[in-house]
């Protein structure tokens, strides 16, 4: 129960310190990046063109970092209400469908009708966002991703199947905490991000998942009636 507390009040911490930092970062970042591109459609030599195409792929690193965090840090800008959890679902599939099918896989959406769940749509979005991108790349090329939504009692279930590498034990346990990421260019953000977007909707996320098999996230979140 205490360390709960303690775990809480440093992720707040963090979240805060987080926004306050990106926001400062974005801007040079984005006029740096220009410069850069900027002087590589100028350049002739071939060492310094190889030098700047790295600068730029570093600098797209880092606006990565900054987006996953800003999305947990920013101040809510939409408020909270029913969602229609089909055609949410249903949007994201759609923004996520050429990135999906680009690499190779195959993604099956089945939503039941008349689901409803308290949220804001776009914070919602950007936490089922970092599921399928995880799932895309734990799959080799020939995946399948499939996303199911049901009503169980009063709540509503999420569940993000793919026959993707799978994780172990250890690997599940750390699930979430920040930094955590067994990417060579990952950022260990997404997961946390998208745990504390579903903690805010007083929801629950739990995981099964096998080595060589695959993984299945299950989020649950309490069904509210349509308003
Ligand atoms: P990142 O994707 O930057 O590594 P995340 O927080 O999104 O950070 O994910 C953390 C780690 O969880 C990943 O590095 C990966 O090891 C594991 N993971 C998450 N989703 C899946 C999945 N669907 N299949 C296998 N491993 C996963
Ligand atoms: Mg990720």
Known sequence: MRSELQRSEKMHVLGQLAATIAHEIRNPLTVTHGFIQLLRSRSKNETDLNYLTMALEEL??????????????????????????????HNVASMMEAYVVSHGHAMVVQAEDALYVLAEPKTFAQALIHFIKNAVEAMNPGGRLAITAYKHKDQVVIQLEDNGCGMSEEQIRRLGNPFYSTKERGTGLGLMVSYRIIEAMRGNVSVRSEIGKGTAFTITLPSTSYE
């Open 60 to 89: 797209r690193r880092t606006e990565t970092i900054i987006s996953d965090y800003l999305t947990y840090s920013k101040p809510h800008t939409e408020p909270m209400g029913s969602m229609n959890v089909k055609e949410q679902i």
